[in-house]
């Protein structure tokens, strides 16, 4: 299996160490040529990315994760790789330390999207089984105070990210600002990011809450693309429903598990970050789990900043 290059450490511009890392990760071409200096070996990459490309399964139509907890009902031309086939196209194709692709259920690749092709998007699928999460203060939080301190404490672990090698990435603003289905009980929003490049990253999330935790769904794009997934917003916040005795609904006061998370917390950093935000606040959520909040994006920078390369 060929070497595949963690591209979120890479340099992107001047064609120096990031172009050749693109190169030998299935985009041959001139510059990976006068970088790596061995046609043969960028060759033999390049034919290794296409064989994990051609060895995907792809599934249609509804499909069902996690041992029979929800169904995806996937729109027409929308297809799902499953956790096998995820991780080959996070670790191996993205260019990812290998655990970034443990959490993963599946992708969720929408219709004219191509795995293969510098210029696409998916979704990546995961659960958190922790327990109910209560949504009684919904209708009080305010986003926009959220977002304020989450972009002044971005600043700190950007410095982190940059500590363990993989470059800064800042909080911006709302792409799209946080909206709650109350029916549906959908959570979902959009937060830009600036990784020092010249097009700026999207990162859409859509949460479902169930039973007994709650089903991610991460979408990681440039703001170029951010119109075309706002089209594919209303597809994405109705993908899911859970099965019979694992609804929102089914919850047994008493009986079942309740959760520690907040809504407030979901938007700040998923299932870890939002135990942390009902009991101790973002300061010391950050204190605490400084690292495990940088993880996750990790995936997203490998990404685009590979898509950015092709596109230089």
């Not at 979704?123 to 327990?131: H, K, M």
């Not at 809450?209 to 075309?228: C, F, I, P, Q, Y």
Request: glycine fraction near 12%; charged fraction near 25%.
């Amino acid at each position: 299996m060929a070497a595949w290059p963690v591209v979120g450490q890479e340099k992107v511009e001047g064609g120096g160490e990031g172009k050749a890392g693109v190169e030998a990760a299935g985009a041959p071409g001139e510059g990976g040529a006068a970088a790596g200096g061995d046609a043969a070996a960028e060759a033999a990459a390049a034919a290794e990315y296409q064989k994990l490309v051609e060895g995907l399964k792809y599934e249609t139509g509804d499909v069902t994760i996690s041992d029979g907890l929800a169904v995806l009902h996937l729109p027409k031309d929308w297809r799902f790789l499953g956790a096998k086939d995820a991780k080959t196209v996070i670790v191996d194709l993205w260019g990812n330390p290998p655990v970034a692709g443990d959490r993963a259920l599946g992708l969720v690749i929408p219709a004219g999207q191509e795995i293969a092709s510098a210029e696409h998007w998916a979704v990546v699928v995961s659960w958190d089984a922790d327990g109910y999460v209560s949504d009684a203060d919904a209708d009080e939080i305010k986003y926009d105070d959220l977002l304020k301190q989450l972009k002044e404490n971005s600043v700190a672990a950007s410095k982190r990210r940059e500590e363990m090698g993989y470059g800064k990435l800042l909080l911006t603003g709302w792409a799209l600002p946080p909206r709650y289905d109350k029916e549906a009980k959908v959570l979902h929003w959009a937060k830009s990011l600036d990784s020092g490049d010249p097009v700026q990253m999207l990162n859409y999330d859509v949460r479902v809450l169930g039973r007994s935790g709650v089903l991610s769904m991460n979408a990681v794009a440039t703001m170029d693309e951010v119109k075309e997934i706002e089209a594919a917003a209303p597809e994405l916040v109705k993908l899911v429903s859970f099965n019979p005795g694992h609804r929102y609904a089914d919850y047994v006061e008493g009986k079942d598990r309740k959760s520690d998370y907040t809504m407030a917390g979901l938007v700040v950093g998923g299932a870890v970050a939002a135990k942390v935000l009902a009991k101790g606040g973002l300061m010391v959520m950050l204190a605490k789990f400084g690292k495990l909040l940088i993880i996750p994006v990790v995936i997203v920078v490998a990404w685009v900043k590979r898509k950015l390369s092709r596109q230089g």
